[in-house]
C-alpha cells in the first residue's frame, strides 16, 4: 500500500500521477468497519485491476436515523491493517469536501429506491447514489465493486450508471457468509452472543420458507421484527430487525 489520501486535492494529484497513467483501476467504496465480505471485493479488484483504491467514507445522507450514524462503527485502523495488501491507496474524504454543496445537489431515483429499503429508510438511496457518483467522478475507476448482500442498492447503482453514461464497469461480487449462513456485515458486530446466534435464523428461514409470507411469519413468530419479506426477480428479499440490530439479506431463489 502506498497511502492513506483525506484531500481531495492531493487524490486528484495522484490519481494524475504517471504511475496511474492508462492503468486499470479497480475501485471498493465503503464505509469502513471491514470485515470478510468487504475483503472479497478488494481480493476480485486486486485480481483484475493494476490500481485498487478502497474509499473509506461513513456517508452522512444515507442515514435517515441520526442515532444509526453515530453508532456505526469507525475502525480506521483496523480497516487499514485488513487492505493493506490488496490496496494502492486508501481514500477517507472528508464530508466538507464531499458535501461542499450543502447536499443541494443529489441524485434521486423515482421507481426502485421507493421499494423496500426506500420505504423503511426515507431518503437512503438519494445518499448513497449522490455518494457514489461523487466517488466515482473522483476516482475515475474502469471497474468498482459492490456487493449483493445489498441487492437494491446493487440495482440502483447499476441504474444510475447506465442512465448517466458513467465510464465504469460495475462488478456485482457474491455475498459472503458466516459458516451458520449469516450474511457478513458491519452490523453484525453490534449484535449480543445471543442475538448474534438468532440472526442467523434470518437467512435460514429466506432460503427454505415456501414463500415470502412464510418466512416473514416464521422469523416473527421466532421474536425478529420484520420490516418486509418479498420476491423480486428470483430474488427474496427481507430486512428484519433483532436484538435491536436491523439486518438485511436477499437469497436467489
Ligand atoms: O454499501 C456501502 O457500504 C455504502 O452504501 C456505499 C456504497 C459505500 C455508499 O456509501
Not at 493493506?84 to 447536499?103: A, H, K, L, N
Not at 426502485?112 to 457518483?133: I, Y
Not at 411469519?217 to 440490530?245: K, N, Q, T
Request: proline share 5%.
Amino acid at each position: 500500500m502506498n497511502g492513506v489520501i483525506a484531500s481531495l486535492a492531493s487524490w486528484c494529484e495522484w490519481r494524475r500521477s504517471p504511475d496511474w497513467a492508462g492503468k486499470s483501476v479497480g475501485f471498493v467504496p465503503t464505509m469502513g468497519a471491514l470485515h470478510g465480505g468487504h475483503r472479497s471485493l478488494l481480493e476480485r479488484a486486486r485480481a483484475e485491476n493494476e490500481r485498487v483504491v478502497l474509499s473509506i467514507f461513513v456517508n452522512p445522507s444515507q442515514f435517515n436515523d441520526p442515532n444509526d450514524l453515530a453508532s456505526y462503527p469507525r475502525t480506521l485502523e483496523a480497516d487499514i491493517a485488513l487492505a493493506r495488501d490488496w490496496v494502492d491507496v486508501v481514500f477517507t474524504p472528508w464530508p466538507e469536501e464531499i458535501y461542499r454543496d450543502g447536499y443541494r445537489f443529489r441524485v434521486t431515483e423515482h421507481e426502485l429506491s421507493r421499494r423496500w429499503e426506500g420505504v423503511h429508510r426515507p431518503g437512503h438511496f438519494d445518499g448513497v447514489l449522490t455518494v457514489v457518483l461523487k466517488l466515482l467522478n473522483a476516482v475515475q475507476p474502469t471497474r468498482a465493486y459492490f456487493g449483493e448482500k445489498d441487492w437494491q442498492q446493487l440495482q440502483l447503482v447499476r441504474g444510475m450508471v447506465d442512465a448517466l453514461l458513467l465510464p465504469v464497469e460495475i462488478v456485482a461480487c457474491p455475498t459472503v457468509r458466516e459458516p451458520d449462513g449469516l450474511a457478513m456485515s458491519s452490523r453484525n458486530r453490534r449484535l449480543t452472543e445471543l442475538g448474534r446466534k438468532h440472526a442467523a435464523e434470518f437467512p435460514r428461514a429466506l432460503r427454505t420458507a415456501r414463500d415470502a409470507a412464510a418466512a416473514a411469519s416464521y422469523l416473527r413468530v421466532r421474536g425478529f421484527e420484520v420490516d418486509y419479506v418479498e420476491d423480486h426477480d428470483g430474488v427474496r428479499l427481507g430486512a428484519v430487525r433483532v436484538d435491536g440490530v436491523r439486518l438485511i439479506d436477499n437469497v436467489r431463489l
